[in-house]
Every structure is written in C-alpha cells, then in structure tokens.
C-alpha cells in the first residue's frame, strides 16, 4: 500500500521484496555455490573460501548429529568474532538446531539462568570462556560442551605466538591453568571438523516459523526474554538490509565486521547480509583495539563499515587516522545507539561516503528503518524511513491504540516480515508486546511530512523536569557539539524542587580542557533553561555495553543510590 514515506523513497531500490522460503542455513549454501572462491572470512590475515566455510559447517553439523544435537534443541554459542563463530552457527542451523546467543561477559551465574530458561542442553564456547560454562552447568540441562581454540584460525606465525596471549588472558580472568575435563561430555571443537561432512541431512521440512535463533534482550532493563527469531524473520531481514545497499556487487564486496556476532546488530549487518552479498568478511574481535581495526581498513580496503556510534566516535579521535586510506568505504549503517550530527558529517568528510543512521531492535531481528544510502537519497537527522514491505504507527502513550498527527510524539509500533515470534516461555510478555499484529517497540517516537521517523527516547528514558519533558537524546546531541566534547550522556536525577532534573556526564578529547559551568553555559544558549544540564560529571569513560552503547541505566541507578537516604541504625 502507499504510505507517505514512499513520495521520497530512494531510487532504485524496491517497495516490496520476494523472499524466498529457505532456511536460514540454506543462505550460506546459496552463496558457495555461487562464490565458491571468493574469501568469506578474514582472520589476522588468515583467509577461508566460503567453499572451505560451507564445508566446514557441514563438518560440525555431521559432529553434532553424532553427539546426539537435532532439529529444535537449544545449542548456546559463546564466542568473539571469528571464523569458529560461523562455522558452529552455520553447523547448529543445518541439524535444526536453535542457536542461543550469548554475551561472553555473563557470570556464571547470568548463564545458568539464561540456559536453563532456554533449556539449553550443548554449548560451543571459547576456551577462555569455559570456566563460566563449567560453573553454570550444574544449574542447567547442559549435557555437552564444545570449547573452541582460536589458534586453529591464525595464520601460522601468530598461531605460534597465540598460546602465550591465550596464557595471559585466561590467567587475567582467573581460569588458569585451563584443564579440560575428562569426560565423554567434553569435546574439542578442532576434533569435531574433522568428522566427514554427511551434506544433505539438513532437515528439509523447515517452517519458516520454525525458531532459528534465540536472542535475549532486557539484560540492561530488567529480566533477560529470549526474542524468537525464526527463519523467515532472519531472512526476510537480511534481504531487506541488503537492498538498501546501492551499488553492491555480489562476490566483490568486502566488509569490517566489528560488531560483536552475538549481538542481534552483529548478527544481522556483519553476518547475515555479507553472506547474503557474498561479501568479504573481516572480522574483528575486539574493537577496542583501534591501532588493529585502523591496520585492517588499511589493508582490506573495505567497502563496507556497520558500526555503533562510539566506534566512529573512537576512530575519529584517534590519532593515526590520518594516515589511513578510508575513502574506499561507500557505505556505513550507524545502529544500536542515537548517532550524533557532528559525528556523520565529520565521518562523511573524512571517507567520501555515506554514514546514515538506522533503528531496529531485537524483536524485530534487527533493522526496521533507516536513512537512504542512494546518492540521491534524502538523508535527515533521524531514522529515516521504514524498510521494504515495513508499516509503523505513532500512537498515544495511554492506550497504545489512538494514532496520533504528524509531527506528535507517541510509542512507535511496527509491522513486517522480520519481526519475532514472540518470547520463549513468556506468553504474557508476548501478548503485551505483540498486539493485533503490531509490536509495541516502547520507544517515543514521531513522523514528519515526508514520513520520516526520529526517536525522541525509550519510555524509561524519559526525564520529567518541572512538568516538562526532557528528552535525553536532544540535550546529548548538544553536549557533542561542544568542540572539547568527545562522548557524553544525559540523564534525570532526583531534585526536591523539579521532580527531577538534567545530569550530564562528559569524557573530554584528549589534550582538551572544559570546566562544568563552561558546558552548562554552552548548552543554556542552545537549549531551554528546563532542558539544559544542572550538573556536569567528567569522567575517563563511560559505562558500555559490550555492542559499545552507552549504559544511561547505570549512571541513572548510581545516581538514585546516592540521592536514597541513608537507613537509620536500629536502636538499642
């Protein structure tokens, strides 16, 4: 149907989609068969064909039949980006298993929760994450366990040195000396692709219903929900998020895959759209390594750069930058976070192409809208517009029912074939979010005239300054316009007068100077008095997420802990 934000669609790229009726497996199969030689995966300089990827899933795959894995079992996969992260989640996917996605940073304690609320009965795991898994395993259904060595993937020269970093590191989380117990449970993930690949036992009666993916979210909000991502959610998204590349060619693109994969944002954009282009994929595990990620763009001459808005932030104040060649790089989708102005036209001037800003979230597998990546595209200080075969709404905060006009903020819904299910063993939780056919994203948004969206904020975000609302995205969006200002946030704290209050928390550039009353000062001329921070906090960084977004949640817990008064001593 038309909708008002197809009067500026991009030219070029399609209103509607066909997507085809495949598991989410059969996508990298569809790609060897057409790129066989083309490099799928750089690691360190290490370099596999997706032929020699596709092979080694069918491997695994083969391995995991034997120990017994099939078609609707929960396998978690704890790993960093790297060739071992495709190969197992290629593999669980063509024995019909659901892939758990799980963040390396949780404790022990984080994981046996979410396993056995998955009902996770495998898991393939780093080395240097095995302790955690051993720990977690008595509370949870978990019967075997894969640990991978990243040495298998590195170039000979580094696979030497690597024993000694893998020493090191495991030593800095307290796992060392790692032992691998002796049980028939245990087994060696480099063992395991040395089973003969039995291609052609993929389950061929896949329901593009069927879960593909197991994604939890919340863990920064509350209790973590296991997001249903099926096969056709996860294919529809990736071929959605490739055609809103223009210009690609697929076989001959290359791209940085920085994101971590077991982000639903790494997931989709690193993984599952370079597959869909047959793209060139390098992969980064640890980002914060900038001197590494700006060796790479350097080397690999990507085409490609999805990222979150600190890593441009990160890369832009680095100070070998000018020394790399980034102008090979087309095109960058911003995700996970709001990316600030300052921040797009200084990237854009530096690499010559386009960086827009897009929305998603998990529930919808990912992306839902974005900025047009077309050089004749309209881009605006927002989302942008929805993706192919994508409807949205803005309704009123009450009900959740009444639209409301242009241009008025409301609780963004959405429509489309990418996203969920619904959550694993939350019926309720679903009901509430997935009503008559729309997901209730719960954040604040609005449209304009030309059916542009912006996020004004997440419902919880929100600041109540005097009666008024304060939208924390707007005053940080001022904050990086200061010229000292390389990563700041904004949040409400507790003031017996206003209810609540603005409370900027800053990370100054290197070699740059500012005092609190400095920015207060800057932000009063550009916003309304209500608006405009109260405080300023200086700080060396600020709390992240592992994807790099920036933790509002944290300084706004801290802040109430301090405002909370102190319990009296009990009496004698």
Known sequence: MERLWHKRWPEGIPRTLDYPRIPVERMLRQT??????????VFYGARLTYREIDDLA???????????????????????????????????????????????????????????????????????????????????????????????????????????????????????????????????????????????????DVDGDDVAVLQYTGGTTGTPKGAMLTHRSL?????????????????????????????????????????????TMTLVPDPRDLKHLLQVIDRERPTLFPAVPTLYVALLSHPRLPKVDMRGIRACLSGAAPLPVEVRRRWEA????????????????????????????????????????????????????????LGEA????????????????QPEETAETLRDGWLHTGDIARMDEDGYLYIVERKKDLIIASGFNVYPREVEEVLYMHPAVQEAA?????????????????????????????????????????????????????????????LRRELRDEERAKAAPTPAPPER
């Open 32 to 41: 060897t068969e057409a790129h066989p030689d083309t490099p799928a995966t």
């Open 490 to 550: 904004a949040v409400g704290v507790p003031d017996a007068y206003r209810g609540e209050s603005v409370k900027a928390f800053v990370v100054l550039r290197a070699g740059a100077t500012a005092t609190d009353q400095e920015i207060i000062a800057f932000c009063r001329e550009r916003l309304a008095s209500f608006k405009a921070p109260r405080q300023v906090e200086f700080r060396k960084e600020l709390p992240k997420s592992a994807i790099g977004k920036i």
């Open 350 to 405: 530096l690499t010559g192409g386009r960086l827009v800003e897009g929305y998603g979230l998990t529930e919808a597998s990912t992306v839902v809208c974005a900025n047009p990546l077309t050089k004749d595209g309209l881009v605006k200080e927002g989302v942008g517009i929805p993706f192919p075969d994508t409807d949205v709404r803005i309704v009123d905060l009450e009900t959740g029912t009444r639209d409301l006009p």
């Open 58 to 204: 069918d491997r695994f795959a083969a391995a995991l039949r034997k120990i017994g894995v099939g078609r609707g079992d929960r396998v978690g996969l704890i790993a960093p980006n790297s060739p071992g992260f495709i190969i197992a989640f290629f593999g669980i996917q063509r024995v019909g298993g659901i892939v758990v996605q799980t963040n390396p940073l949780y404790t022990p304690r984080e994981l046996a929760q979410l396993y056995a609320d998955a009902g996770v009965t495998t898991v393939v795991c780093l080395d240097l994450f095995l302790a955690n898994v051993l720990r977690a395993k008595p509370e949870t259904p978990i019967r075997d366990v894969a640990v991978m060595d990243l040495k298998d993937f590195l170039p000979t020269a580094l696979a030497a040195l690597y024993p000694i970093r893998r020493r090191s590191d495991l030593k800095k989380a307290g796992h060392w000396p790692l032992e691998l117990p002796k049980e028939p449970w245990m087994h060696r993930f480099r063992e395991m692709l040395e089973a003969p690949p039995d291609r052609g036992r993929e389950p061929q």
């Open 235 to 279: 294919v529809a998204n990736a071929y959605q998020c490739a055609s809103w590349v223009p210009g690609t060619v697929p076989g001959q693109e290359r791209s940085i895959v920085a994101i971590p994969l077991f982000h639903i944002y790494g997931l989709m954009v690193g993984l599952m759209v370079s597959v869909r282009l047959g793209a």
């Open 410 to 425: 409301g609780e963004l819904l959405v429509r489309g074939p990418q996203v969920m299910k619904g959550y694993w063993n």
